[in-house]
Structures are given as C-alpha cells and as structure tokens.
C-alpha cells in the first residue's frame, strides 16, 4: 500500500543522502520523492510516497526519526491530503493537430507552455490519476518526451506540520 | 566575568575541546591529513596511544567506552586510515557503544576529485555512525564536538564520526568551548510514560511465570543495581543476551544464564516457559530468539531507550520507551514483593542438573570450560573479559563467572573477529586497576596480534588467552552441520607457534596442553605484573556450544 510521508529536515548538506540512503538499506521502496525549503529557510520538506505494510510503514517513520537531522515525520492519510504533481509533456505535433490540442488542454485545464514548428509542450498540476489520464489522451500524438515531479502534499484544512 | 575567547588553530581547539570532556586517552594512526591535530597533542596531557592498525584504535576505544560508560576517542587520517575505521565504527554502532571517531580529511579545495588519500567517509560510514560531521566551516568546530559527544553518549549510545579537512584544522579561529547544546531534532526520551507503567505492573502482578530478559542496555544505562532489586523484589529469574552478560552476577540464584541458539539450554527453556517476557534494554536479535517457539502464549513488556527496537524483531504488548534505569526505578516503586516458588524451583532443578552434567572434562586436550572456570577463579573481583567472536566466544559467554565489579566485553551483533585484543588495551587504559584479560581463537587473534606492539610500547599489563586448534573452529563446526561435513578454508596451517610469537615482541607466556597444567599457568598468568600470553591446545571438534 502506498503512503505520503513529510518528512521536516534540516536544511543541511547530505540530509537527502542521508534519507535515500536509509530508505535503501532497509529495503523500503521509495515510489516518489519530493524537495523544497519551508517557510522557515533554515528547514526542508522532503515529501516522500512509499510503498508497504503496516510494519514497514511504522519502521520507516521510527527509523527516519533515528536520524539527528530530521526533526519531524508524519503519515498523512489519504482523505487528509491534498496531492499534487506537476507534468511537463512534450508531443509532436503538426499546424493541423494544434485546435485539437489546445481544446485538449482546455478541457483537462492544462497550459501550453512552449510551442514549436513541430510540437507542443504542456503543463499540468494535479493528483497523480488525473495526470495519468492526462498523458494517455496526448499518448496518440507521439509523446517525445515526459517529465514529472514527485508529489508534494499538504494536510487539507487548517492542520499543518511545523516545527 | 567575561570568558574571553582565545585565538588558536582548529586544531588545537580540538585538543581543548576534548579536554574540556575529560578525555584521557586517544588511540590512534598517523597520516599527513590528521597531523594538525596530532601536532596539537604533545601540548596536551591527553596520552595518545599509537595502535597498529587503524581498526584496532576503534576496538580500543569501543573496549574504554564500555569500561567508563562515556565516549571515548579514536582517531585516523584520511582514505585507508579512515576506511580501516569503519568495522570497528559499525562494532560499536551495532553494540551502541559511545565513540567519537575523529578522521583528517584532504584539503577542502580538493574534495571531491579524488585526491591522494581521499576517501568519502561520512558517506562511506553513514549505515554505522550514530551521526557524522564534516567540518567545513573553522567556527563550527566547538560547536560540531560538544554536539558528536552528546549525540554519543545520550539516547541510545552510538558512534559519532567527525571528519576535519586538514586545511581547516590549520585556520585560526575565536574559539570558546559551548557549556552545553541545543538539537531541536534530538530529544531522547527518558522517562516512562505512567499508565505503561502501571499496565505492566498489573501484567507483573498476573503473572505465574514471569521472565526477565537483560540486555545490553542495563549495562549502558548502569542498571544492574535495578535490575538486581526488581529481580529479587518479585522473586523473577533472570536471563541475558550476550551484550547482557554481567548485568547481573552470574552467582546470582537468580541468574539462569544467555539465551539464544548459542545460550544455554535452561535459559531457552525458561524462554519459552515463561507467561511474561520483560525484556530490558534489549533487541531480540535473530541469535537470541531463534530457539523461541512463540510468543502467542506469552505477555512481552519491552523497556528500551531505541522507539526504534520496539516491535522490530518480536511482537510486543506493553511497550515503554525510554531511559531503562529510570523506567526500572519507576516500575520497582509500582510492583508489590511477591514470589514464584513453583516456578522458580522447577527452573532451579534445570539449573544445578546442568552444572552437573556439565562439569565433566576429557583428558587429551585442554577443556576450554574448564579453562574459563579457572581463570575466573583466579582473577581479582575487579576484573575486564573480552571474548573475540568464534568457538572462544560462546565458550567464554556460557562459562565465565563475574560480579558487580567485573565486565564482560566482545562484539555481540557485529561478530568483529579481532576485537577482544584491542578492545582490552582500551579496557586497561580506561581502569589500570583492573586485570583484564582477553579471550582469542588462533583465529581472531591471527587479525589484531599486531597489536602486541601496542600493549609493549604504552607498557599495558594485558592479559592474553589463544586457544590453538590450528583450524577456524566455528565455521569448521557449522561445515560439519550443514555442509555434509566438507570443510573449506577453516584450516590455518601455518599459523606460528604463539609463544615465540609472543617472545619476538619481549612477552613471557606458556603452553597450555593439559587440564592438569591449567591451574599453575592461570596463576602465572594473573601474576605477571606484564603482558602474559597462553597458548592453550584445544580439540578442533570441540563444540561451540557445550552442553
């Protein structure tokens, strides 16, 4: 079962190798993985989706708090969370294939971010299925080239994890 | 008044910062990249012992730590020097023992291309360290030791590595030693949460057949006095896993030996007898639980510092995170005296069958056992054994006999061969009043006897026990048990006569052969007032595990 870690580190040098490194060694699959500085700079948040049971889930969360650097872990449970994950897709695309593109992008609220003689780059923030749906309806234009972010998460409502 | 701040290099604030920790000793090797720092210790009260291999500098810090309780310091320069550090850093990261290793590092400017000597060793080191710095900045030097120590020595105990480019040891800084640290992210928890107390109480209080597991962590936390008391206060038999060994008397009528698959019979019976398991300090390795057939039956209470190891390798019912010492206070204050004499004699009757059965020794060659009876039975009170890991180690943990003044010492989760010889230099450097001996196979020995160097030069009155059987005993005896008895690179032709070996470095010793010779050279032994070796003559198909 896949599960949405925060993770609030200090934002140090070796921090992330620190955390991968762990997440190797122990065996725990790492499905997703996310970095950014808070909104105290001196702090990171590494958003991690990662794959197990129960006791997978309870020994990752206990070994990520072994590490000096890491000052806070939460798992967030599904209906508390608000997931997101930003998808740059490329396609080919002909002078007569771009109406039908754009009204893709219409339709499903993505950006066309760049454009050329031959093809066509879009943008999309979303939950991880809807970016899914996303890239199979652009699939039959010829997809050149797909890059995702992990996903990054926030507690839905006024809760919040701070130091 | 003003505490001024003094002007000096890193070096030499390195020196005054572990000054300031009461450090007495560092075992080290040199290297052009540690050699600031060296340099700033002739100044320096602080002894450097000179090892022979830089692993053995860990092995004898690891020895010192667990003779004092407090971090101790080893040191090593850059690429091999610290790379050779790393199995003693993981020895000690595994038996959470508190050590500072210190390693030089190439110029920061040259990090990271592959510079003579260069090694990455805060990554290399990273699944064994505890935590690790790397200095890049000269201000945070002070800062950077007076955190490595408290991160070592509180919590669960762990190895902390700081690596010191040797440019940066050279700078000068204002330098002012920090009283105490901050670390919002590390909060070891203490004491015990109450109602977790009190559910085990109960349990306790329910209980026919209670059991109480002793780990090494009754001996990190100096526990045994608690451990003692709650013992006797509600009448619990008491097992150990072998870091647990000496966390009790082992005269104690209460103590029913190391559980485990290399433990004592009577110890796993108890193990699976048991209606309560109080498990203390402890983390229910493979080795030690193996023998166990289910817990289903059984109420596990797990007191250890480490959230961590709660639930990790057995399923636990009342879990208490936390301090052991003060969550054994707590619990001894919440439990009423009571006794289990129906269970305690039956265990009893086991007990003594065992002793027994146990003391009958053939003739032809030297009966290890026998030999572990008769040198703790010379031995002062105030007494250091280490076991190296093999046959010689699960001799000595079923056998050996220490009190509240004694210690046992050996690598218990790692299994670091070589261990015991350094580990006792580092003992006998931390307690000159001890007699400390160390316990080898012709094996292990075979891996740290370089060290003999080290025990003449620094003059450290080091005892040594090889049992010679010319072949590697334990993997032989495992070859035998599984692998339809073919025996494959365990036979160790070749190895010298440990005497003359012994006598090229200027130590008396003798030859044990014989039960009969035990006595007179055990005495020998413990009379030198100097390094003193014993080569003891022991059957290649004695087993580990004497029963």
């Not at chain 1, 993770?7 to 699959?29: C, D, H, K, P, T």
């Amino acid at each position: 079962m896949k599960h949405t870690i925060s993770i609030l580190v200090e934002n140090n040098a070796g921090v992330l190798a620190r955390i991968s490194g762990l997440f190797a060694r122990r065996g725990f699959n790492i499905y997703s993985l996310a970095v950014g500085v808070t909104e105290d700079e001196s702090v990171s948040r590494i958003t991690i989706v990662a794959d197990g049971d129960d006791y997978t889930l309870e020994q990752i969360e206990k070994q990520l708090n072994k590490l000096i650097d890491v000052i806070k872990v939460r798992t967030v449970k599904p209906d508390e969370l608000l997931q997101r994950e930003l998808v740059l897709i490329k396609v080919s695309c002909s002078a007569q294939q771009r109406h039908e593109l754009i009204s893709i992008a219409e339709i499903t609220q993505a950006k066309i971010s760049d454009i050329s003689v031959d093809s066509m780059t879009l943008e999309l923030s979303a939950n991880e299925s809807h970016l899914n749906n996303f890239q199979e309806l652009l699939r039959p234009y010829g997809i050149k080239e797909v890059v995702r972010t992990g996903t990054i998460a926030i507690q839905k409502g006024t809760a919040s994890l701070r130091i | 008044m003003q505490v001024s701040k003094e002007r000096v290099t890193v070096a030499r604030a390195m020196v005054l910062a572990l000054e300031h920790e009461g450090i007495k000793h560092i075992f080290g090797y040199p290297g052009a990249a540690i050699c600031p720092f060296f340099d700033e210790l002739i100044k320096s009260d602080i002894q450097n012992i000179l090892v022979r291999h830089e692993a053995n500098s860990g092995h004898a810090a690891s020895g010192y730590a667990r003779v004092t309780g407090k971090p101790a310091v080893c040191a090593a320069t850059s690429g091999p020097g610290a790379t050779n550090l790393i199995t003693a850093i993981a020895t000690a990261h595994m038996d959470s023992v508190p050590m500072i290793a210190i390693t030089g590092q190439v110029l920061s400017s040259q990090l990271g291309r592959d510079a003579f000597q260069e090694a990455d060793i805060t990554g290399a080191a990273e699944p064994f360290v505890k935590h690790s710095f790397l200095v890049k900045n000269p201000n945070d030097i002070g800062e950077v030791i007076k955190k490595a120590f408290y991160i070592a020595s509180t919590g669960r105990q762990g190895p902390v590595l700081i690596d010191v480019p040797m440019d940066i040891q050279k700078m000068e800084i204002e330098f002012e030693y920090p009283e105490k640290v901050e670390i919002r992210s590390y909060k070891p928890s203490f004491f015990g949460n109450k109602l977790q107390i009190k559910k085990a109480a109960e349990a306790l209080k329910n209980s026919k057949k209670p059991l109480i597991c002793a780990g090494g962590g009754i001996l990190s936390s100096g526990a045994c006095e608690q451990l003692k008391i709650l013992s006797e206060k509600c009448d619990i038999p008491v097992i150990v896993t072998m870091m647990g060994i000496g966390s009790i008397p082992t005269n104690h009528k209460n103590y029913y030996g190391m559980l485990g698959i290399f433990g004592r019979k009577i110890a796993n019976q108890a193990l699976n007898a048991c209606d309560l398991l109080i498990v203390l300090g402890a983390r229910m390795s493979d080795r030690a639980v193996t023998t166990l057939a289910s817990f289903d039956d059984t109420t596990v209470i797990h007191i250890d510092v480490d959230p961590a190891e709660i639930g990790k390798n057995a399923p636990v019912n009342i879990p208490i995170v936390g301090d052991v010492k003060t969550i054994l206070e707590q619990f001894i204050a919440e439990v009423e005296p009571m006794t289990h004499d129906e269970w305690q004699s039956g265990l009893f009757i086991n007990k003594t069958d065992f002793e027994a059965k146990a003391n009958t020794f053939q003739s032809d060659y030297v009966s290890p056992k026998l030999m572990i009876k008769s040198i703790c039975k010379a031995l002062p009170q105030k007494r250091v054994i280490c076991a190296d890991v093999g046959s010689n180690q699960i001799w000595t943990a079923n056998n050996i006999e220490i009190g509240e003044e004694g210690k046992f010492i050996t690598s218990g989760g790692m299994g670091t061969m070589g261990f015991s010889f350094p580990a006792a230099i580092g003992a006998k450097c931390a307690d000159k009043d001890a007699e400390v001996v160390a316990i080898c196979g012709d094996g292990s020995f075979q891996m740290s006897f370089m060290e003999l160097a080290t025990a003449v030069q620094h003059g450290i009155n080091v005892k040594i026990v090889v049992f010679v059987n010319n072949k590697l005993g334990m993997v032989r005896e495992y070859q035998t048990n599984n692998y339809a008895g073919r025996h494959t690179m365990v036979d160790l032709s070749g190895s010298p006569d440990f005497l003359k070996l012994a006598e090229a470095y200027g130590i008396n010793g003798e030859t044990v052969s014989k039960n009969e010779q035990i006595v007179s050279a055990v005495e020998n032994m413990v009379n030198a007032n100097e390094p003193y070796l014993l080569q003891v003559i022991v059957d290649k198909n004695e087993k580990s595990l004497i029963v």
